[in-house]
Every structure is written in C-alpha cells, then in structure tokens.
C-alpha cells in the first residue's frame, strides 16, 4: 500500500509537470518562486470569481477587501521571513 499512499486525483498532473520540466531543464527554478505563482493564482480565482464559485453575498465588496487585505498582509509577511 506505500505505493498508493501518494495518489491521487491531482498526483498525476503534478507528476506530468514536473516530468516535463525536468526534460525541459527548468530544474533550477526554486519551490518558492512556483509557490508564489501558485498564491497569485489561487487569489486572482477566488477574488474574481469566488462569490460565485463559493456563494457567499457581498454587495459591499467588504469579502473582496478582506481577501486583498490578508494577500498584501502575506506578501509582507512573507517578503519579511525571507530576509
């Protein structure tokens, strides 16, 4: 069972990615620089569409502040345990 412990139904994608970079010769790129990218994303989603996606009501936008407000805050936090 060790070697079904690690599937999944995103496994394989991330496995595909990272066999083409691999063969591609993008090894030097740090695991920081994808996960920041990764962060971008998953806030420009839930920004743009997460009322729909979620469901929640928000005619003041005061859910969108909030999640701008926790990404500024993050990128912060992040720039600052870094150096």
Do not use: H
């Amino acid at each position: 069972m060790a070697g079904r412990a690690r599937t999944g139904k995103l496994y394989a994608i991330f496995t595909v990615v990272e066999q083409t970079r691999a063969s591609l010769g993008v090894i030097g790129q740090s695991k920081g620089v994808r996960m920041a990218g990764i962060a971008i994303a998953m806030f420009i989603a839930i920004f743009g569409w997460g009322s729909r996606y979620f469901g929640w009501s928000d005619p003041d936008g005061k859910v969108q502040i909030a999640l701008a407000t926790c990404f500024i805050l993050g990128v912060i936090g992040g720039y600052k345990a870094k150096g």
